[in-house]
């Protein structure tokens, strides 16, 4: 995991330069008039899904993993919470789907990191990487990019 301001993502290019920089050029574009829904930016490596949602409350939360593909969550409007753990204990609400890449685990205390997810922040969540996004204890609206990054494009 990877939990930065954007005015520091430059400093991750040498990770993907070709996925950076179709990332970059989104964000440079972005802007709140943009129509919500999931967009391809490289065929089958690259999407990001841009969604408005109201917040959970923690205890209404799940937390998911995924085996191939890194996320890079970023809000633009509002604010949230995410919990970052391993899912190794976690009971198993939902198997991993394969052909959607989706686990679902119950929450459960213990060795977690919690991350405040404003603007100007981003996290990148590698495969296999638990994570429960989209919880506030005061639910309110956000408007939150998803960027689905092939692991293959990170190694």
């Known amino acids: ?24 050029t989104f964000l440079d574009s972005w802007t709140p008039s943009m129509p919500l829904g999931k967009q391809v930016l490289i065929e ?3 999407t990001v899904s841009d969604a408005v949602y109201t ?16 996320d890079i969550q970023i809000v633009m409007e509002g604010c949230e919470n995410m919990t970052c753990m391993s899912t190794e204990k976690l009971p198993v609400l939902s198997p991993m789907d394969q052909e959607q890449d989706y686990a679902l685990f ?5 060795n977690n990191t919690r991350l405040a997810m404003v603007p100007g922040v981003f996290a990148l969540l590698l495969p296999g990487e638990g994570h429960m996004p989209g919880w506030s204890d005061n639910p309110a609206p956000v408007r939150k990019l998803v960027f689905k990054i092939a692991g293959e494009l990170l190694r």
């Open 1 to 24: 995991m990877i939990y930065d301001q954007l005015a520091n993502f430059e400093d991750y290019r040498k990770l993907a330069p070709e996925v950076w920089q179709k990332i970059r």
């Open 44 to 46: 089958g490596k690259l």
């Open 55 to 70: 917040t959970r409350k923690p205890a209404d939360s799940k937390v998911e993993s995924h085996a191939r593909f890194a």
């Open 106 to 110: 119950s929450y459960a205390e213990g």
